[in-house]
């Protein structure tokens, strides 16, 4: 139960404002989730390969305080595979 309120805590007061702050990562919030022991739900939409790796990296350097879930669309990778179906 600690590590889900440190992980909703760590959210909105660490990892929302630097989402805020890059419009790349308008599309991405973080939550904690009640899965498990809790974690840091990490959800949403990016553009490219590149842009999930900074917010990946951009996560990490926030030393969550649980496991980070990840739950992010790439839409580059989206399309391509649309693309393949026609």
């Known amino acids: ?33 009640w899965r498990g022991q809790g974690y840091l739900l990490v959800d949403g ?3 490219t390969e590149a842009d999930l790796k900074d917010l990946k990296q951009l996560i990490s350097d926030t030393h969550p305080p649980a496991p980070v879930d990840w739950a992010v669309i790439v ?12």
């Open 1 to 33: 139960m600690a590590r889900i309120h440190a992980a909703g805590v760590h959210a909105e007061k660490v990892v929302d404002p630097l989402l805020a702050k890059q419009i790349r990562f308008e599309s991405v919030r973080a939550n904690g989730s």
């Open 45 to 47: 939409v990016v553009d």
């Open 75 to 86: 839409v580059e990778q989206a399309t391509n595979k649309s693309r393949l179906k026609r």
